[in-house]
């Protein structure tokens, strides 16, 4: 900034640095990007266009998300290798494929809520097996079936196309399918998915500077901004919560899932239809997620 001469930036973005000081350390902590936080702001308070507020989003998280997953590797937090090999190189088409075929035509609003109102339902059935049913977890994935690489693939494409729509969503996507099917333990899962959400960034920013040349002077702005802040609130999240244990972990994500429901409702105002569709898409989520847990397989 100091180069560019554009300290005046900082003056006139500074509550933008404020929320991210919130959103990296999110970021950093959990399995839900760094935009899950921004966006609601962005849209709302700050009066930022959704498209603005998606490149903002990914700009950030792939130096914000980037710095807490060089974190993670560097001080050998445990992750698991598979769920990320595979997620990652699936997420990253679904990220490709998504920037280029959906963006266009997916509604921002459906997408949005379908997005929280799922996430919603997942936190409700996180609730019920951690609370009510007192389930255990493993550290590391069990053997896996050539039917659990499909689905794991296939939750890869679909959060790499939903964090193309809205700037996250492979890391709560691919998170949801390890902890409730697998049983992976949040401890194990939540780094690991902050080193997915990170790599998929990185190649959403890429996408969207390079490839497609459509993140403006605007999103420039914030992204210069709020690049100090990120650099040291994501990986201090991910330090935070690798302190913690599996059950803080998982309250913690109670947490933030609620908070992003509520903002997403006062920025997206469902009404009509678009309620309708809201709670079909949480009765879905939590028949989906339930089903899940029912087949959770054992370490073998």
């Known amino acids: 900034m100091t180069f560019a001469q554009a300290w005046h930036i900082l003056a ?3 509550l933008l640095a404020v929320v991210m000081a919130i959103g990296s350390f999110v970021a950093g902590a959990s399995s839900e990007g760094g935009g899950a936080v921004a966006f609601p702001v962005m849209t709302l308070v700050l009066d930022i266009p959704p498209a603005i507020a998606r490149n903002f989003s990914l700009g950030i998280q792939s130096v914000g998300m980037t710095a807490a997953a060089y974190f993670v590797l560097r001080q050998k937090i445990p992750t698991e290798s598979r769920y990320l090999m595979i997620a990652g190189i699936t997420g990253a088409i679904g990220m490709v494929v998504g920037t280029f075929f959906l963006v266009p035509i997916v509604p921002v609003a459906h997408t949005k809520m379908l997005f929280v109102m799922v996430w919603l339902s997942f936190a409700v059935v996180l609730f019920y097996i951690n609370e009510v049913n007192h389930n255990t977890a493993i550290d590391r994935l069990p053997r896996l079936r050539p039917s659990d690489v499909v689905l794991l693939m296939i939750s ?4 790499g196309g939903l964090s193309a729509i809205v700037g996250s969503g492979l890391d709560i996507v691919t998170f949801s399918v390890v902890t409730m099917r ?3 333990s949040e401890k194990t899962a939540t780094p690991t998915s902050v080193v997915l959400m990170a790599s998929n960034s990185v ?3 890429f ?13 420039y702005s914030y992204w210069l901004t709020c690049i ?3 650099l040291i609130g994501a990986p201090l999240g991910a330090w935070f919560v690798s302190q913690q244990g599996r059950k ?10 609620v908070v992003q429901f509520i903002g997403a409702c006062f920025v997206v105002r469902p009404q009509g239809q678009l309620l309708y569709f809201s709670c079909a898409s949480f009765a879905f989520g939590l ?11 054992k370490a073998v």
Not at 250 to 257: D, E, G, K, S, T
Not at 287 to 297: D, G, N, S
Request: cysteine-free; glycine content about 10%.
């Open 228 to 230: 100090p802040v990120v």
């Open 287 to 297: 028949v989906f997620f339930f089903a899940l847990a029912a087949k959770r397989t």
């Open 12 to 14: 006139e973005n500074w």
């Open 207 to 219: 996408l969207h500077t390079i490839i497609l040349r459509d993140f403006g002077p605007q999103a």
């Open 156 to 159: 890869g494409l679909l959060g």
């Open 182 to 184: 697998f049983g992976l």
């Open 248 to 257: 803080f972990i998982v309250r913690f994500l109670y947490v933030i899932i």
């Open 203 to 205: 190649i959403g920013f």
